[in-house]
């Protein structure tokens, strides 16, 4: 401390209003201290990443603190609310993978021309029922105006999504929320996909961040529009992704629904908050016979050295097909008014 400081702190001192009282009783100070951390309330640790991450270290501890009972610690110790199971990693056959390069072209040759086309695209609607499952945060009130994160919850979704194929309108219900009308003509998918997988490749890697991570965006689109595609444009697409080199086999594994297909998976890179590289995996998982997306799973690195990566949520395909009839989305009707709720 320079000779300024002193003087400062000199001068601070005075205005100490316990200056010229004698020090409390060693007892006194003992007790003092007793209750404090009697009643210290454990701060969370500091903001590290947005949202989504939050919940990440939640989950990376489960895994490295609670792998017996697979139970997550809240993110402030003792909660008032239940603890959230930890979401199992998926079994993989070869879990340390290999280049996708050569399986994923295998799988699209088989798709080719393959005798279940016709039967398996037939119908007016294309219906698919999908399950998101997930972290969320619990926040309690620690003072007036002041809230705090508390635990971590798993939140389940059930979102269902519908296409008329004859004016390609729409809409999509999540049960307990919305549902969503789509107007004719702009549900996509009435065009199909380019007739090669090298022009599909560059159609969908359409600025520098896809590029650098092409994997991980072919993947994802594949996801998304993969079910309504009939076999060969699922078998261009796929191509489409073997061209990527940054691609993951994980070989044959079994679904959160028991359906066993084939794991394909691609990262990309995120800054955060602080200037952190974090690398996100999304996995998917094929059924090889039609290369129907089955299940995908979002996965980050454990922020814990040494503890395995964290499933931060998936989203498993429970039903997807083309029918004349409409089915029910849940309990409710699937092209409800705009903005309906339950």
């Known amino acids: 401390m320079t000779t300024i400081d002193r003087t400062l702190v000199s ?33 969370p640790p500091a903001e590290r990443h947005v949202a989504r991450r939050n919940v990440l270290v939640g989950a990376a501890a489960a895994v490295a603190l609670a792998v017996g009972s697979l139970t997550l610690p809240s993110l402030l110790g003792e909660s008032a609310i239940p603890r959230a199971a930890a979401i199992p990693m998926l079994d993989y056959a070869q879990p340390n993978g290999t280049d996708a390069a050569t399986d994923l072209n295998h799988l699209a040759d088989q798709l080719r021309g393959s005798s279940a086309t016709a039967n398996d695209e037939a119908g007016r609607y294309h219906f698919e029922h999908r399950r998101y499952v997930g972290y969320s945060t619990h926040e309690a009130e620690v003072s007036e105006g002041y809230w705090e994160v508390d635990g971590l ?14 004016d390609f309108s729409g809409g999509r219900r999540d049960v307990g929320g919305p549902t969503f009308t789509i107007p004719p003509g702009e549900a996509g998918g009435q065009g199909g996909v380019p007739d090669t997988p090298e022009a599909l490749y560059n159609i969908m890697l359409d600025s520098d961040q ?16 993969a079910n309504r595609l009939g076999y060969d444009d699922r078998a261009t697409f796929l191509s489409a992704i073997a061209l990527a080199d ?7 594994v079994t679904d959160r629904d028991g359906r066993v297909g084939v794991a394909f998976g691609a990262s990309r890179a995120e800054e955060d908050e602080e200037g952190e590289i974090v690398e996100i995996e999304l996995i ?7 290369g129907k997306v089955l ?3 979002t996965i980050y690195p454990n922020d814990l050295p040494g ?19 409409l089915p029910s989305c849940g309990s409710a009707t699937c092209p409800g008014a705009s903005t309906t709720y339950n």
């Not at 200056?19 to 701060?43: F, G, K, N």
């Not at 940054?246 to 044959?252: N, R």
């Open 295 to 297: 299940e995908t799973d």
């Open 11 to 43: 001068r601070l001192a005075d205005f100490d209003p316990v200056r010229h009282e004698a020090p409390a009783p060693q007892e006194e100070a003992e007790a003092t201290l007793q209750w404090v951390l009697a009643h210290d309330r454990p701060q």
């Open 153 to 166: 919850e798993l939140s389940e979704v059930d979102s269902y999504y519908w296409v008329d194929t004859t």
């Open 307 to 325: 503890a395995p990566d964290v499933v931060e949520e998936y989203e498993l395909v429970v039903e997807s097909r083309y029918t004349d009839t």
């Open 246 to 252: 940054d691609v993951t086999s994980y070989g044959q």
């Open 284 to 290: 998917m998982v094929i059924e090889p016979s039609t």
């Open 210 to 225: 896809r590029q650098r991570f092409p994997g991980h965006y072919l993947i994802d689109a594949y996801n998304h529009q």
